[in-house]
């Protein structure tokens, strides 16, 4: 039988020609253990079948596998195999022979403009759990028992479909499942084959940009705004148009003289600053969008956490055929990992975006998608939102707390609304927020700097500070660690 190690020694054995079968045999194992292709407890093919692939009599394998186990190149294993041991490298002080990746030198002539743009903006942060992180949810409380429960009923079913690609938009199941949540949770109006599901909203704004600009299009986006939309727009050659924010969201100019394709806006919690936009704004925003040809880009990516008040309907439901792609993501309310998004198509798009993204993504994770359509339809996604909002609440409430009774009300962002996974810390003008940022972040405090999100010099100071995923007690001994290092900034 064929397997990796096989097919390493195989390449080794034929690439020396001289020597005796045994003397080449031994030198190319030795090699591919020494060079790192074959890695610590990897396992040796049994003799059998290393002297059928090489055309070698299986006396000649056997003593070369006798002659490595008595160098410590190899062991065996009663029952189980041959492995190649840990204690080789140590042993035999043979590690200036491996290959050192790390001894290669970064080189990033080749990368494209556009590759070397992207690395400049580069914003996501190296770690992805941790104190006041932005963004995160509670992860530890997922009901992973329940959601696996339902993988393996699907499981059995072995359905080839589930397991095969997906050209369709994804699983029918899921599409319904999020009509019917959508309808009544978000005021989303929607039939199953307007829904595409995504990897999430980052490719949910790839696929729109990519599939709706040309190079040199125009897109407007907030200011401040969400980075992610900013380095897709950027890779895809289209001009950012900055559109300021106030407490009723973004402000359109009706007066643009050239037109945006797309219109990016999260009006039912602004990222990063928190507000809701209000209703005659978005009366505007469609009227301008519909006066000039253009798509608005809703991003809901974080509107189940609305801890006061009724729940704000989305913009796309506010008017029949509203000229508004929808994106929304599982990766607030259940896990980032998962990697499932949605998006409501407008009829006039629906087959196009689906036939687009099938090309370009090639559809998957049907087995889960399946899976997370009798999570929703069963009742446990509703009940794990409602769970995760009191905690959330909680929590953000603990966070408000602290910074009154430590800093003051005028540490809290004017524009935050009781909603979301973050608030936003507003600092005294003139605080450099980056520089307080970066030394937080090297306490192991990971607070986002809010004039980051800016993109013209006007500029909030101040800090994104996350609270979903952090217990009680951590919320408070980090707070106090970021208020020592608040005063001393300023
Ligand atoms: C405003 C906003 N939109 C979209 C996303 C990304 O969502 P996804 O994980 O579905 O790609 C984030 C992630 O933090 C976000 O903050």
Not at 67 to 74: F, H, S, T, V
Not at 160 to 175: H, I, N, Q, R, V
Not at 327 to 334: E, I, M, P, Q, R
Request: net charge neutral.
């Amino acid at each position: 039988m064929r397997s990796l190690a096989g097919d390493v020694i195989r390449q080794a054995f034929f690439s020396c020609s001289e020597g005796k079968l045994h003397k080449r045999l031994y030198l190319a194992i030795c090699d591919a253990i020494l060079s790192g292709n074959l890695t610590p407890s990897s396992r040796m093919p049994p003799t059998r079948d290393l002297a059928d692939e090489l055309a070698l009599s299986r006396n000649t394998v056997l003593r070369v596998y006798e002659q490595l186990q008595a160098e410590g190149y190899i062991s065996s294993r009663t029952g189980s195999g041959t492995f190649v041991t840990h204690s080789v490298l140590d042993n035999l002080e043979c590690r200036p022979a491996i290959r050192d990746h790390k001894a290669v030198a970064e080189d990033h002539s080749s990368l494209s403009a556009r590759g070397l743009q992207l690395l400049e903006h580069a914003s996501a942060s190296p770690r992805q759990w941790g104190a006041f992180l932005p963004g995160v949810p509670d992860v530890a409380n997922f009901p992973h028992r329940v959601l696996k429960k339902f993988t393996d009923r699907q499981a059995r079913q072995r359905s080839p479909e589930l397991l095969t690609y997906d050209t369709t938009g994804g699983s029918e199941m899921l599409k319904a499942a999020l009509t019917d949540y959508l309808r009544t949770a978000r005021g989303v109006q929607c039939t199953p084959d307007q829904i595409l599901i995504t990897e999430g909203i980052h490719q949910a704004l790839d696929l729109v940009t990519r599939s709706l600009c040309n190079p040199g299009d125009k897109a407007w986006t907030e200011e401040p705004g969400y980075w992610g939309i900013k380095n897709i727009l950027r890779m895809n050659g289209v001009e950012i148009v900055t559109m300021p924010v106030d407490e009723q969201g973004l402000v359109p100019d009706g007066e643009h003289s050239d037109p945006p394709r797309l219109i990016f806006v999260t009006p039912s919690h602004q990222y990063p600053l928190g507000s809701v936009m209000s209703l005659s704004r978005r009366q505007l925003l469609l009227a301008q969008a519909r006066k000039t040809a253009s798509w608005i880009v809703e991003d809901d990516y974080d509107s189940e956490f609305r801890f006061a008040g009724q729940p704000i309907p989305a913009l796309q439901g506010l008017e029949t055929d509203s000229p508004v792609i929808y994106v929304g993501t599982f990766s607030k309310t259940l896990y980032p990992a998962l990697r499932l998004g949605y998006m409501v198509l407008p009829a006039q798009l629906k087959t196009a975006l689906k036939r687009i993204h099938s090309e370009l993504y090639r559809g998957g994770h049907q087995l889960t998608q399946a899976a997370l359509a009798d999570f929703i339809k069963e009742g446990y996604y509703a009940a794990h939102i409602r769970k995760m909002r009191q905690l959330y609440s909680r929590r953000r409430q603990i966070l408000v707390n602290l910074i009154n009774e430590e800093l003051g009300s005028s540490f809290l962002g004017q524009y935050n609304s009781n909603a979301g996974l973050h608030l936003i810390m507003q600092l005294p003008p003139g605080v450099d927020d980056v520089s307080l940022a970066q030394r937080a972040n090297s306490q192991g405090i990971l607070v986002r700097a809010l004039s980051s999100y800016y993109a013209s010099n006007t500029r909030l100071s101040g800090l994104l500070l996350g609270f979903a995923s952090m217990e009680e007690s951590e919320i408070k001994t980090s707070f106090h660690r970021l208020v020592a290092l608040i005063n001393e900034a300023i």
